[in-house]
């Protein structure tokens, strides 16, 4: 009787270890269905990212061939208005608009601009804002040859003139003003009257913001700004171009 209760026991080990292994079995075989599923699905995933990708990329190009024809009809606009101008200050209105567009069509070519060119653009860009504020926007400009060969982000004066026109009070009775000059760090400042406006529409801080990110990405370098009750200015680090992280 022992020896047939320990066969039957021998059994009964014998098929739970069957069973167990057979569970065992499953839960790796059911572990490799769900990976098998998870990697399809990332793979379909990527295809599908690749896809849109790929859209983006021909819609882009699309795009470009567009605006290519807009260029030169605008040029070629220009060129007409120009001659047909009847004095010279339409003339010289003209010509300063149309050094505006070009260096606004050329600048994405390039991660940087030089101080000589930024401060050149910047002169067309604000002779013609003073033809529409007269005397209520004061501009002055200080910045020596010795800074000319410097590099800053291309448009980042624009960016910070246009905000201080947008936010501030420009007007004959209280004029708004705005100083670019020069320090031995070496940087340049970008430095206006602080009169804000009762109204106006509130900021997004997208056009400070994105020098900030150019300055981070192509030089791991900061800008400064400093406000008080009496006036805004941003510092923006000069850079040498072989120093620049692409």
Do not use: C, W
């Not at 060969?149 to 980042?156: D, K, M, R, T, V």
């Not at 009775?173 to 031995?184: G, H, N, V």
């Not at 941003?234 to 120093?243: C, D, K, N, S, W």
């Amino acid at each position: 009787m022992p020896l047939l209760s320990n066969t039957s026991g021998f059994g009964t080990i014998h098929d739970v270890f069957i069973n167990l292994t057979a569970s065992s079995f499953i839960s790796v075989l059911i572990y490799f269905i769900i990976y098998n599923i998870q990697i399809n699905i990332t793979l379909q995933k990527s295809k599908l990212e690749n896809e849109l990708l790929k859209q983006a990329q021909l819609r882009a190009q699309l795009l470009s061939l567009q605006q290519q024809v807009s260029p030169h009809f605008l040029f070629n606009s220009l060129s007409t208005l120009k001659t047909i101008a009847p004095d010279h200050e339409t003339k010289t209105y003209v010509v300063q608009l149309a050094n505006v567009y070009r260096y606004l069509l050329n600048f994405n070519e390039h991660h940087l601009a030089s101080v000589k060119d930024e401060i050149a653009f910047m002169k067309s860009y604000l002779y013609i804002l003073q033809e529409r504020f007269e005397q209520a926007l004061q501009i002055s400009i200080d910045v020596p040859d010795g800074f000319l060969s410097f590099y800053i982000p291309p448009l980042s004066l624009q960016l910070l003139i246009e905000n201080a026109i947008k936010h501030n009070i420009v007007s004959p009775e209280q004029p708004l003003f705005i100083r670019i000059y020069t320090d031995q760090t070496p940087a340049l400042t970008i430095e206006n009257s602080y009169q804000p406006k009762l109204s106006v529409e509130e900021s997004t801080g997208k056009g400070l913001q994105n020098i900030k990110d150019r300055y981070q990405l192509l030089a791991g370098k900061q800008i400064n700004v400093y406000k008080n009750d009496e006036l805004f200015k941003v510092t923006l680090p000069l850079m040498q171009h072989e120093r620049i992280n692409y």
